[in-house]
């Protein structure tokens, strides 16, 4: 078999790209997602194909040696396995872990990577045998390291307070904070840029691995460090920048390794990890230091006791009750929250749409750019129902309908439908809200009582034209679809 050239690596990596390129365009939108997921694996599978077949030009030019092929099918092997059954046996409402988990794994890919490069420079083109590292690709090792050790930490730490099932204080989803903790960061990071230059400059033959471990051991440190002090309300930006952190180390690695195809893919990951946070940033109406800054689920801990949850009157009712309102209106806004997604109640809401809107009631859903567990969470639920794009309204197109709306209905939301945002005082004041509260009738579904992410009390369930039903999503609204006559 005659080696590849250069020139085909070249064009098939610009392939891939485009690639890329086209899945993320296609998944801005529900309705051209499986188009661009169908573009994002073929693109994948181009570049792999493309590395391997790179991979054998080299061992032919180093006249057979050390290239460890059967570690490298071993591993394409047992990662898409892993992939595959990941794929098919997660549930929608562990997709945030699943995406944490990627990332952390992504990011120690882009760790082992630089350690391989600093250790044997000469296997991946970057400098002679026994020669030095030129300072440019010092350089980009270090900050290639530093943000995938930042990244698996981090995200190893957002998987677990994700996860919400761990008793390991730094898992749990409340912020971890302690006295002089932007000091600690603060230093942590001056040290990690001092070892890190002094791996740079170091010129002799013999890498600097003291500087360089001390550095990478810190950057894993610092991970751990900048995500503990983060609430579970920021979750949603935190998946997304560490998303972005992901991407930028990988193209970090691709400068050092001269891989185009690592580079653009990269970029690509980082540029819209990016943007989707100063997204989910501008929704919450914070800014994205803040967030790096922590704590929003803890400042209002105390907002909202259940003393006085107790003392305001309550208004409840049946399943039966709500299907009876339902039935007669003649519009419905439907608002899905994570408590949908827990009792992966979409199919049956699909159920109950199907009869209102048979019923002559005009039924939509509106979505909050940060409700769930992830950016586009509730999208992805309602298209698995296979609901019609055409019923489902971002928060700023359908915001002006609530108050010409009969009835909305609730579905296990709570801090994206909270008035207290129009508060000057609360400590959400000034996040953009579903404003549910502006409907005729409101009927929420929820188990309890108990507050959001935020940990604040929801005033909207206080209202006097509010009526709260609750139990689990799906057994109430099975009993709502059984009551539509």
Known sequence: MNAISMNTVTLFYLVASVCFIQALKGLSSPSTARVGNAFGMGGMAIAVLTTIALMLKLKQELAGGGMGFGLVLLGVAVGGAIGATAARRVEMTKMPELVAAMHSLIGLAAVCIAV?????????????????????????????????????????????????????????GAPVRYPGQHTVNLLAAIAIVALGLAFCFDGGAAPAWGPFIAMAALSFVLGVLIIIPIGGADMPVVVSMLNSYSGWAAAGIGFSLNNSMLIIAGSLVGSSGAILSYIMCKAMNRSFFNVLLGGFGGEAAGAGSSAAQEQRPVKSGSAEDAAFILQNAESVIIVPG????????????????????????????????????????????????????????????????????????????????????????????????????KAKSIIVNKRSMASGYAGLDNDLFYQPNTMMVFGDAKKVIESMVKAVE
Do not use: C
Not at 416 to 431: E, F, L, Q
């Open 116 to 172: 391989a490069a600093v250790s044997e420079p000469w296997a991946f083109n970057i400098a002679a045998r026994g020669a030095a590292l030129p300072f440019g690709n010092r350089l980009e090792l270090f900050i290639g390291t530093f943000v995938g050790a930042v990244t698996f930490s981090g995200s190893v730490i957002a998987f677990g307070k994700l996860a919400g099932s761990y008793k390991f204080r730094l898992f749990q």
């Open 338 to 437: 994570y408590g949908l997604a827990v009792a992966r109640a979409q199919h049956t809401v699909k159920e109950l749409v199907d009869k209102l809107t048979g019923h002559g009631v005009t039924v939509r859903y509106a979505i909050h750019p940060v409700a769930g567990r992830m950016p586009g969470h509730m999208n992805v639920l309602l298209a698995e129902a296979e609901v019609p794009y055409d019923q489902v309204a971002e928060m700023e197109d359908i915001n002006g309908e609530f108050g010409q709306t009969d009835v909305v209905l609730v579905l296990g939301a709570n801090d994206v439908v909270n008035p207290a945002a129009k508060d000057p005082k609360s400590p959400i004041a000034g996040m953009p809200i579903l404003e549910a509260y």
